[in-house]
């Protein structure tokens, strides 16, 4: 059966490397590529009531830690990043650590993934900052059904061709 929706062939100055001759998508072939030392962090915020905040504070919040429980969850979350994006690879997480931190407004999550593989870890990085954001929400929506997740992104990555990359500039 067709592909219901084609997309135009790349042309030669714009070369798009996850769609085929044809514009389908496809899975950068990385075989050639010899493995060096990557890393990624990535950061996003849990908005939280100031209950929320408080319970969080106090480890009152009735289904247990939800800082442990988000810290785990982060970490399998990087872990198993290819498994839920398609054209993701499956690489070595050789490190990955995701750090909470408490606010007035909620917690902010950050999480830093390292490898040594053919490819990056910026995706399993943003991977586990959302998984452990999600973790987080989890383990207080009952307190408060208007906690939410926002203002995930990539913050660092270094190694790879294309070297290191920090954000700058932005509050």
Known sequence: MPDPSPQPAPT??????????????????????????????????????????RALRAGDVPKGDAFAVARIAGIAGAKRCAELLPLAHVIGVHGAAVDLDLTDEGVRVAATVRTADRTGVEMEALTAVSVAALALLDMVKGLDKHTWIGEVRLEAKTGGKSGEWRRTGEA
């Open 12 to 53: 030669a100055s714009h070369q798009l490397t996850h769609l085929d001759a044809a514009g389908h998508a496809r899975m950068v072939d990385v075989t050639e590529k010899s493995p060096t030392v990557r890393s990624a962090t990535a950061t996003g915020f849990v908005h939280c009531s100031p209950a929320v905040v």
